[in-house]
């Protein structure tokens, strides 16, 4: 019987080496012949087990990948430029957070996939849609990270998470988004009423209302698209004076040549106080006046560009300091005359550095600004002030309007400083400008828009 089961053995050795058959076939013969000869074989023997030489193992087939699995191992930021290629809108931002909410019930990765998703937010224009925000918001797991006990709170409990809830606050925040009921509810789901980014919705809740309506002047989300409106909403910013005047000098247009040469005329937009005009009128005709720009103006993310007429300051000599007029303004009055007690301590000079820059007379706002549009302006504004005619006028200009510049990028071109000056000589034969459209005074409005 010993011979038998050798010879058993030999064959099993044979099958293993041949990767024909495996070691729990050949414990299962084994089996088989030791329960043949149940008076041979004792109950209590152990059959051995026979391992696979590395020899064997090279030469199993290797396993063969998924490629569906292997092409699911993509970035987040893949993720959102593969699927925005038809459009980047509202509808396909929200078809990349669906996916991702919809392909792994634990939501793993889902960290940097907000983060990913806060920075794509501008490109796809929902960075101000508190909508978005909230559907962000519920990418996290739920009552995965609250807090059970008081140690747990007191170590900032899941920090990673709780700072990205903080970040995505903040970006609310800087966008000026007002959280609403909604956003709080799913903060308490998500982080416990004790955490972090409860304590941000809350300052934010406290610190928005009170600022909301602080500013006087606010600058709307969407400007004008059409120049000639943004040039009126801008110069009515800059101007200090309700009772100014907005006159539009001429629109822009396309005119055609005598050779038959399309010509594209800019529009010319300016404005002027009555204040200003008094002033102008009192300009000494012996001392020029000065045009310069451009000046650069931001709207939010928009530069516009504007020029004045200005001229130098009066010299000490020939300033007349007019008396006050009680009855100019009864509100607030002009001049005070207080015969007060002065005490040994207190002092009475200051060393206050006054500077005087001159009058300013006008403002305009023009696409082009070569000497030739703002002769057209000069030649409007002459018409209510008719000392234009006898004032020489110098243009300080640059090459025209164009945004700013860091300060390590290189320059364009030659810049044209208060150097290049040109005398404009005024002709009585001035040509009239095509369109001037006077508007009425903002009194009427009752607040500077």
């Known amino acids: 019987m010993k011979r038998v089961r050798c010879l058993l053995q030999l064959q099993c050795l044979r099958l293993v080496g041949q990767s024909a058959r495996s070691a729990s076939q050949c414990g299962a013969l084994l089996q088989s012949a030791s329960s043949s000869q149940p ?9 051995r087990h026979f391992h696979a030489s590395p020899a064997c193992a090279k030469s199993q087939p290797e396993p063969v990948y998924n490629e569906k699995r292997d092409k699911s191992l993509i970035t987040h930021d893949d993720l959102f430029e593969r699927v925005a290629k038809d459009a980047r809108i509202k509808a396909t931002f929200n078809k990349v957070l669906d996916t991702f909410i919809k392909r792994d019930i634990r939501r793993r990765g889902h960290v940097e996939f907000i983060y990913a998703a806060l920075k ?145 005329l800019p529009h010319i937009v300016g ?60 509100d607030y009055p002009l001049q005070l005359d207080l015969d007060l007690d002065r005490d040994f301590g207190d002092e009475e000079s200051f060393d206050v550095e006054d500077l005087d820059e001159g009058p300013v007379f006008a403002m305009c706002m023009t696409s082009q600004g070569d000497q030739a549009t703002l002769n057209q302006w000069i030649s409007g504004l002459q018409q209510n002030n008719p000392i234009l005619g006898q004032v020489p006028t110098l243009f300080r200009v640059d090459a025209g309007p164009r945004e700013l510049q860091g300060a390590a990028a290189p320059e364009s071109g030659p810049s044209h400083g208060p150097e290049a000056e040109t005398l404009k000589e005024e002709s009585p034969h001035e040509e009239e400008p095509e369109v001037i459209v006077e508007e009425e005074p903002r009194r009427s409005k009752g607040m500077k828009q």
């Open 39 to 47: 008076s041979v074989l004792h109950q209590r023997q152990v059959l």
């Open 120 to 264: 794509k937010m501008p490109e796809f224009g929902v960075e101000r849609d508190l909508a978005v925000y909230n559907k962000l918001l519920d990418v996290f797991p739920k009552e995965v990270f609250v807090p059970r006990n008081y140690i747990q709170r007191m170590f900032n409990h899941y920090p990673r998470q709780q700072e990205c809830g903080v970040q995505l606050l903040e970006q609310m925040e800087n966008y000026g988004i007002m959280p609403n009921m909604e956003t709080k509810v799913l903060l308490v789901q998500i982080f416990g009423e004790k955490s972090h980014p409860i304590r941000k919705y809350q300052r934010i809740m406290y610190w928005f209302p009170k600022f909301k309506h602080i500013n006087p002047f606010p600058v709307p989300q969407q400007l004008p698209e059409d120049p000639v409106d943004l040039a009126r909403f801008s110069l009515t910013r800059i101007a200090n004076d309700l009772d100014a005047k907005l006159i539009v000098y001429q629109l822009p247009c396309t005119d055609v040549t005598v050779s038959g040469e399309e010509i594209t």
């Open 271 to 330: 404005t002027q106080s009555p204040g200003q005009m008094e002033l102008l009128a009192k300009h000494n005709p012996s001392r020029p006046v000065f045009v310069e720009g451009p000046f650069p103006l931001w709207l939010r993310k928009t530069c516009v560009h504007y020029y004045i007429l200005r001229a130098d300051p009066i010299p000490p000599d020939e300033k007349v300091e007019e008396p006050y007029d009680p009855e100019r303004c009864l």
